[in-house]
């Protein structure tokens, strides 16, 4: 009966851990009896097994052919002796001879013991393989444990987790037995270890950790539109209220910043700019320049999505950042190209246009610098077009009369 014990000692403990089926277990159990009985006599015999499941009984049966000329006493059996087993054989019937599974329950047990224990670890790597892919795109925590090469290893409590070299912050030092913050990146089993690849540089950290610290956010009354990052320098955040009472970028920074700065902090010290969306392209391109405060927005072109934006000469630095990286996470962020002048930059370059179209109709033959200036004013500085131009079409310019407009025109002509 010790064996019998043993092998339902093994099957109570595995009837709790709920991740593995019963049958399965009698099973295992079954198959390492059949094993063990081979072991004895040989491969090549034909052995059946079973456990009841109630007291733990085992049975094993060698089924043997009934033949007329023995070849193989492993697999067959003569007549006579299968008639001994039982009454109503013949050639070529099946006979199952009980076994005595004292010999080698033993050691199906512990066979059994080591299948069972190496199921469970599977069980339960496959368990928490499907508990953390459910976690892909969410916060964990954990503790640095290890350092391998430039990857840091994170214990999460249950399992283990990677933050490659390529998904940590360059500015961000870690180090062992410290605690850390990472979005679950990926779950693979080809990964080695437990497959479980985090990030600090993904925007979703960034957007989890406003979800955590902005009640409107995780209610969705405000919502993220739009994240830029450069990991460990400046964040840009655009975000739209869908309740007109709610500011979106205040209830996003707190009062006095009470709720930007834990993320801030936890970002060891990222730079984040929140920019409220607008559908006007004039409007959110201005806001995200924030900072800093521009003067004026033109599109240039709304097909190819270019805008010129002017600033004052002290904000210029300020506006493209250092190495552009301000009027580039910008430009991502609204999906313009974004030009930004200063004031001065600006009327320079009016003022050089200006310039160049005075030193074109300068080109003409006997027009005033008074009359230079009119057409220059209104426009009128492609000497082509002057060439084609009616006399009704320039009497419309402020000081030009009849023989004024036929000398433009004129002039036009011979400098063609």
Partial sequence: MGEKTELLLALEQIEKDKKIKK??????????????????????????????????????????????????????????????????????????????????????????????????????????????????????????????KKNLIVDLG?????????????????????????????????IKGSGVVLSRSSVKLVSRLFELEVPEIYEKIVEIVNIEREPGVRTKVAVISHNPKVDP??????????????????LRGEKIDLVSFSNDPVKYIAASLSPVKVVSVAIISADNKQAEVIVSDDMLSLAIGKNGQNVRLAAKLTGWHIDVKSESQKKQESQTKVENKIQTLEKLEGLSE?????????????????????????????????????????????AL
């Fill in 23 to 148: 049958e399965d277990i009698l099973t295992v159990i079954e198959n390492a009896l059949v094993s063990a009985y081979k072991k004895h006599v040989g491969k090549n015999v034909n052995v059946e097994a079973s456990v009841n499941p109630e007291t733990g009984e085992m049975a094993a049966n060698v089924v043997k052919i009934v033949a007329k000329d023995v070849e193989n006493s492993l697999v067959e059996i003569s007549l006579q002796d299968a008639k001994k087993i039982s009454g109503s054989v013949e050639i070529g019937s099946e006979v199952r001879i009980p076994l005595d599974t004292q010999h080698f329950s033993r050691i199906a047990a512990q066979t059994a013991k080591q299948v069972i224990v190496q199921k469970i670890r599977e069980s339960e790597k496959n368990f928490l393989f499907d508990e953390m892919k459910g976690k892909i795109g969410q916060i964990v925590s954990g503790v640095i444990y290890r350092a391998l």
């Fill in 370 to 414: 008074k009359v230079i200036q009119v057409l220059v004013n209104a426009g009128f500085t492609d000497i082509e077009k002057l060439s084609s131009f009616t006399v009704k079409d320039l009497t419309t310019l402020p000081g030009i009369g009849q023989k004024t407009a036929d000398k433009i025109i004129e002039a036009a002509k011979r």
């Fill in 249 to 266: 970028v205040g209830a996003c920074v707190g009062i006095k910043g009470a709720r930007v700065k834990p993320i801030i902090d936890e």
């Fill in 158 to 190: 249950k399992t283990e987790a990677i933050i490659p070299d390529s998904e940590q912050v360059l500015k961000e030092k870690f180090s062992v037995g410290q605690h850390i913050k990472a979005i679950v990146l990926k779950v693979d089993k080809n």
